[in-house]
């Protein structure tokens, strides 16, 4: 691979199903945007938020931009546009701040020389769990050739990326609302982890 692998913690949403920030939302203990951070750093990410400020962490973080799309594409957008002329750097991966279990080895399965991929469970995709080659978003972004309302589903399936799968569903749970983080906190069990 080439350069450092830099992942992009997509916080920057609304939360309005939840109603409070999700990235400040504790679980044993732990804010939701910690938890992200602390497995990132595990898998020997440089980190990035992408929300409009940085939690206290200390980390960079990007802001989507007034002329860029909206929603998750938002946060792509913008770390293309901040990590385009950085040398060494070939592309990000992104994780969704909501995520409470995301596998040990995503970026490393994650991450091709060759095209962007985005996750899938048994039963669904789950794009906000990317590796987004910058020379693939190149086209779109530099030129703006998308809609303002892409969805990140739709922005996979225009640059080609490629599919991969864990077996586990849970490992790409997202927590949307109350009920899903009551539903997590009454059953969750611990991560595993998957080859």
């Not at 109603?19 to 044993?28: F, M, N, Q, S, V």
């Not at 989507?64 to 293309?80: H, I, K, Q, S």
């Not at 996750?119 to 809609?147: N, V």
Request: net charge neutral.
């Amino acid at each position: 691979m080439i350069g450092k692998t830099i992942a992009i913690v997509l916080a920057g949403g609304q939360s309005a199903r939840m109603g409070k920030d999700k990235a400040e939302i504790r679980i044993d203990g732990a804010r939701m945007i910690d938890r992200a951070i602390y497995s990132l750093r595990k898998q020997d990410c440089d980190i990035i938020i992408s929300a409009s400020h940085d939690y206290g962490t200390g980390l960079q973080y990007v802001q989507d931009l007034e002329n860029g799309p909206r929603g998750p594409v938002a946060a792509l957008f913008a770390g293309y546009k901040s990590l385009k002329n950085v040398s060494d750097i070939d592309g990000f991966i992104t994780v969704p701040v909501d995520s409470p279990n995301f596998p040990d080895n995503l970026v490393k399965r994650l991450k091709s020389d060759d095209h962007s991929q985005i996750a899938a469970g048994p039963d669904r995709i789950h794009p906000t769990f990317g590796w987004w080659r910058l020379s693939d978003l190149k086209e779109m972004f530099d030129f703006e050739m998308l809609d303002g309302k892409i969805s990140l589903t739709v922005l996979a399936k225009q640059l080609g990326a490629k599919t991969v799968t864990w077996k586990g569903e849970n490992l790409l749970l997202n927590i949307n609302d109350p009920n899903d983080l009551n539903a997590y906190l009454t059953a969750k069990s611990p991560p595993h982890k998957e080859s």
